[in-house]
Structures are given as C-alpha cells and as structure tokens.
C-alpha cells in the first residue's frame, strides 16, 4: 500500500512558476515509477509527466515539454514537478501517482493516486 500526498498548488499570474510536491508512504517508493496528472473543469484526466524508478528516465506531454520537470529523491521518498512558464490553460487540479507495473505513462496502469493540489494560473 502506498499514500501519496500532494502539496505546492495555489494560485500563480500567468509565466510564473510553482514547484509540486509529492509525499510517498511506505519503504517500497523506488518499486514505483512515478507521475502526475492533471484534470482541468469539464475535462477529462491527462498525462503530463512521468519518471522511471531510477530516475534515468523522464517523460512528458507535448503541452509541458520545455516548461515542466520531474524528478524524484529517493531519499526523501518525494517527486516532484517544476513547473515554469505557466500559462491559464495549466490550471486544473493535479494528482501524483504511482505504477508499480509500467512506465507511468497510461493513466488506467496507475496503482495508487494523491488527493490532488489545485492549480491555477491568471491571465
């Protein structure tokens, strides 16, 4: 079993940054590849970034490429997601979780999901 807890949503002007945390639970969080995303009212979830167990490997979508980034400490059992650049079509509320199969990139292959931290971004 793993918890995920999110933190570092509020509310930003538009090319302003935040930085998201995730805290993991649990001894086992370097089993899971990690990621995050995001919904926005009146849509469905997206992928927006992902990142392997080690850490060697990283993805993302095409709208935050150039702009997010992802990482994780092992040590602190935490990823987290630097996001640069914002822009109001980023606001939406973001979730981190965990894939103890996959690369983290299917959204249906997530184990374990965070509650979510809203963000959102002002023209």
């Known amino acids: 079993q793993v918890q995920l807890v999110e933190s570092g949503g509020g509310l930003v002007q538009a090319g302003g940054s935040l930085r998201l945390s995730c805290a993991a639970s649990?001894?086992?969080?370097?089993?899971?590849?990690m990621g995050w995303v995001r919904q926005a009212p009146g849509k469905e979830r997206e992928f927006v970034a992902a990142i392997s167990r080690s850490g060697g490997n990283t993805y993302y979508a095409d709208s935050v490429k150039g702009r997010f980034t992802i990482s994780r400490d092992t040590a602190k059992n935490t990823v987290y997601l630097q996001m640069n650049s914002l822009k109001p079509e980023d606001t939406a509320v973001y979730y981190c979780?965990?894939?103890?199969?996959?690369?983290?990139?299917?959204?249906?292959?997530?184990?374990?999901w965070g509650q979510g931290t809203q963000v959102t971004v002002s023209s």
């Open positions: 649990g001894r086992t969080f370097s089993s899971y590849a």
């Open positions: 979780a965990a894939d103890a199969q996959g690369r983290g990139l299917l959204l249906h292959d997530y184990d374990y």
